[in-house]
């Protein structure tokens, strides 16, 4: 039935199967499923012109079937949730770990991490000024007059932002 290389012949049969079962002339239980349900809402969205990206979406929490039929994988997801309490304990030693050296860090380095636009000039007191500056093309060089100015560097330790 699902055979068709093209999707509109795929949803076309699906839709003709729903149909039949939804009218009574077909034994099959599936129109009544949830799942089912959600599948025929996608494919009527989707062979009308509307099938919205977001509505694909919905396709896969099919997958969460797998885990209402598979033992095996049932024990694995039951086994994640239950781990997630002692990894959010972790998570919270971590961030307070980090948090502390942040905190330390920004006692020790705060406002060290700034430099002079003139590689010459190493304090903020000698940053006053003009300079010239050597400007290097494929074919020459030469000397443009520059201000001196002061700037941070984009990561520093001034806060912990």
Not at 18 to 44: C, Y
Request: hydrophobic share 40%; proline share 1%.
């Amino acid at each position: 039935l699902y055979e068709a290389k093209d999707p509109d012949g795929i949803r076309k049969a699906y839709l003709t199967h729903m149909a039949s079962e939804r009218s009574g002339l077909s034994d099959g239980p599936s129109s009544m499923g949830v799942w089912n349900r959600m599948d025929m809402f996608v494919v009527i969205t989707a062979f009308a012109g509307i099938g919205i990206k977001e509505l694909k979406l919905c396709r896969s929490l099919r997958t969460i079937r797998l885990v209402v039929h598979s033992e095996g994988i049932r024990v694995v997801i039951t086994s994640l949730f239950r781990a997630l309490s002692g990894l959010a304990n972790v998570t919270v030693v971590c961030l307070f770990l980090w948090l502390s050296f942040g905190i330390i860090a920004v006692q020790l380095y705060k406002g060290t991490f700034y430099y002079c636009n003139d590689a010459d000039v190493n304090s903020r007191a000698e940053c006053v000024g003009v300079y010239e500056a050597e400007v290097q093309t494929a074919w020459s060089s030469s000397y443009v007059t520059s201000n001196r100015t002061w700037h941070k560097l984009r990561y520093n330790f001034d806060n912990l932002g």
